[in-house]
Nanobody, 121 residues
Framework: QVQLVESGGGLVQAGGSLRLSCAASGRTFSSYAMGWFRQAPGKEREFVAAISWSGGSTYYADSVKGRFTISRDNAKNTVYLQMNSLKPEDTAVYYC??????????????WGQGTQVTVSS
């Protein structure tokens, strides 16, 4: 079992930055790939970024490539999402998730409660 708690969301102006954190508790955090997803009002949840268990491989949605960076610290059981050059269309509830798989094809079994990110124009 893995419990996930996101933090770091908030209100920021367009062009600004935020760093989201996702703290994991439970055993074997380092065994899991981690992902970030987001859901905007009236829209389906969408993939944002993922990172392999070792941190050696990362994957991004085209909409955030070059602006967002996912990273992890297995010693701290934490995964991060650095978001730069934020746009109003990045406004959403952001969720972290833990899963298993290979080569970016992960199935996520554990989800956090989400943190709100609002980008004003």
């Amino acid at each position: 079992q893995v419990q996930l708690v996101e933090s770091g969301g908030g209100l920021v102006q367009a062009g600004g930055s935020l760093r989201l954190s996702c703290a994991a508790s439970g055993r074997t955090f380092s065994s899991y790939a981690m992902g970030w997803f987001r859901q905007a009002p009236g829209k389906e949840r969408e993939f944002v970024a993922a990172i392999s268990w070792s941190g050696g491989s990362t994957y991004y949605a085209d909409s955030v490539k070059g602006r967002f960076t996912i990273s992890r610290d297995n010693a701290k059981n934490t995964v991060y999402l650095q978001m730069n050059s934020l746009k109003p269309e990045d406004t959403a509830v952001y969720y972290c998730a833990a899963g298993l798989g290979v080569d970016g094809r992960y199935e996520y079994d554990y989800w956090g409660q989400g943190t709100q990110v609002t980008v004003s124009s």
